[in-house]
């Protein structure tokens, strides 16, 4: 599934629609569901925030696939300025409540709930791929 | 997104419910604010949202920071599996009070 999306905060609801419709055709879990829309969100809302710092109105893509039985893969790509979300340090999850600081949280949560994640910067795009496994133990379990 | 909020026991229980992201953030920190400087005793439920992004997490952060400085007490309470695995992996389960019901939160607010 290919999704245009525009460098809009707005979109973000159109994108959770479009994801929950790929989800429900791909037999993916409610807690996937979950995991995989919050990946995207960060994502997205990390190309809206810094990929276009000159404003304006610009669009792009994020293909959405299932890749066998047991991963969904997540390829987002932008022209937007070069930009590495994972050059970032990893929050300190040991600090106090006072000294916690929120900064990298958001691709921190991305990197834990997901088994690759990689970047690469070509033909002055930035291209973010991000796989996660969809195997439900529950139910392999059962079976 | 919308912010329910009740007050049981000198506690005010904020319920967000649908999306809490970059584009709905700003009304929940509004809600979170405009309840924690009308009282010190606030529990937020996180049984009706479909997921909380870095957004909201920074917000109920702040909330906690806040409460903490004025001798508040915040607890976050009804935390489905898969939100509290978020909460877990960013470290804030060391840091802030998590209360599977309300019930069970009370004691802190005592």
């Given amino acids: 599934m290919l999704i245009s999306l525009k460098n809009d905060v707005n979109e973000i609801a159109r994108l959770c629609d479009e994801v929950k419709k790929f989800c429900e055709e791909n037999g993916v879990s409610d807690e996937k569901y979950h995991d995989i829309v919050l990946i995207l969100d960060e994502i997205v809302t990390n190309v809206i925030n810094y990929a276009y710092p000159d404003g304006g109105t610009h669009t792009f893509t994020l293909d959405l696939r299932k890749e066998g039985d047991d991963r969904i893969s997540m390829k987002l790509s932008d022209d937007g300025i070069p930009f590495d979300p994972l050059a970032r340090d990893n929050p300190d999850t040991e600090s106090s409540l006072e000294e916690r600081q929120i900064g990298g949280l958001g691709i921190f949560i991305v990197k834990q709930l997901s088994e690759v994640v990689e970047y690469s910067r070509t033909d002055d795009k930035n291209h973010l791929s991000v796989t996660v496994s969809v195997l439900n133990n529950n139910n392999q379990q059962k079976q | ?110």
């Fill in chain 2, 1 to 110: 997104m919308e912010v329910k909020s009740t007050t049981t026991d000198g506690v005010t229980i904020l319920t967000p419910t649908g999306r809490v992201d970059t584009s709905t953030a700003k009304a929940f920190e509004s809600a979170v604010m405009d309840a924690i400087n009308a009282n010190k005793k606030i529990a937020i439920g996180f049984n009706e949202i479909d997921y909380i992004s870095s957004a909201g997490l920074r917000v109920v952060l702040m909330a906690g920071k806040k409460l903490q400085a004025s001798g508040g007490v915040l607890v976050l309470i009804n935390m489905p599996d898969k939100i509290f695995t978020v909460f877990k992996m960013s470290g804030f389960d060391k840091i802030l009070k998590i209360c599977p019901s309300f019930e069970e939160s009370k004691p802190f607010f005592n």
